[in-house]
Every structure is written in structure tokens, then in C-alpha cells.
């Protein structure tokens, strides 16, 4: 599956298994956080179907599982079963000398295992004024990040100081 862009990004060297850079990612950055990490932008509109079904089919062909709950929110459904999120956010600032604002939010998170118990987490938005119509008119932000099994664990039992926190 691809997206429709000018220029594929490929994926930067030395990104764990589940962590995958779309193709027509922009500003891809890898910070070194967790046991590896990948932001970029995606230039697609609310609700990100191209994208999220690129994630889907390409970590389903290398084995990775679709998780219902995830590791960083037990006891809830992930996005796999609920869908996007929907949300304001009083006290948004969209620069540092801007006053605060109202922020509308898309959110998608979720979560997929590997055979030995990898964690690959996506986390999808779109953050804009609340006074701006209309909403997820893009570019989706992309967050995702590799947990190992022992990691993953540690975070769901509460320990999740065992791991760097990334942003």
C-alpha cells in the first residue's frame, strides 16, 4: 500500500522491527528515547485511513499482533476497538507568547505485540485551535515507540521508571 506523495522518506537506519516511518513522512526525527522511537508528520486529513491501514497491513506482514488494551493504559480498549478520540484542551498554547487557547484533539492510540512479546505504540493526532474549522484538515502527527517484553512488563506493573521517558 502507498501513500499518494512526491517524495517517500525511507526509514531511518536502526529502527527496531515495529517501528515503521509511513511513506510521505515529513520532519522525521528519531529521538533516543525508550528502546527506540520515530516521530514525523503524515500530510493526510481526519481519520488517517491511508496511514493507519499502511501501519496495519505492514506490521501485520511482519508478524505483529493488534492489541485490544495497551501497555501505558490497562483496563482500557485501545483505538483498535474504540476508534479515534475526540477531545478539547483549555490552556493550549500553540507558541510559547501566545495566551492560552482551547486546542480540539483527534487522538488514536494503539499497540502491537511481536512473537516474543515486543511492544511496537502508535500514537495519532491532530492538534489544532479550537476556533479553526474545519477540524483534521492535517497533517497527522506520528508518535511511535519499541518497548521489549521485559520493558513492556515493568511499565504495566508500574515500574515504568525503568524505562527513559521520551517527550
Not at 54 to 70: C, D, K, M, V, Y
Request: net charge negative; charged share 25%; glycine share 10%.
Amino acid at each position: 500500500m502507498l501513500l499518494a506523495c512526491g517524495t517517500p522518506t525511507t526509514t531511518p537506519a536502526r529502527l527496531p522491527d515495529g517501528l515503521l516511518v509511513a511513506p510521505c513522512a515529513v520532519d522525521v526525527k528519531t529521538p533516543k528515547a525508550y528502546e527506540g522511537a520515530v516521530t514525523y508528520l503524515v500530510r493526510e486529513a481526519y481519520p488517517a485511513d491511508t496511514l493507519l491501514g499502511f501501519l496495519r497491513q505492514e506490521l501485520a506482514s511482519r508478524g505483529w499482533t493488534p492489541q485490544n488494551e495497551g501497555v501505558f493504559s490497562p483496563g482500557e480498549e485501545s483505538s483498535h476497538v474504540r476508534g479515534w478520540s475526540e477531545m478539547l484542551i483549555e490552556g493550549e498554547k500553540h507558541a510559547p507568547d501566545d495566551p492560552p487557547d482551547v486546542a480540539h484533539v483527534y487522538e488514536w492510540h494503539g499497540e502491537w505485540r511481536d512473537k516474543n512479546g515486543g511492544v511496537a505504540s502508535y500514537s495519532l493526532w491532530y492538534r489544532e485551535p479550537e476556533a479553526s474549522r474545519p477540524y483534521g484538515a492535517g497533517p497527522v502527527s506520528v508518535q511511535a515507540i519499541y518497548l521489549s517484553k521485559e520493558n513492556a512488563e515493568a511499565v504495566k506493573a508500574g515500574l515504568g521508571n525503568a524505562v527513559k521517558r521520551p517527550f
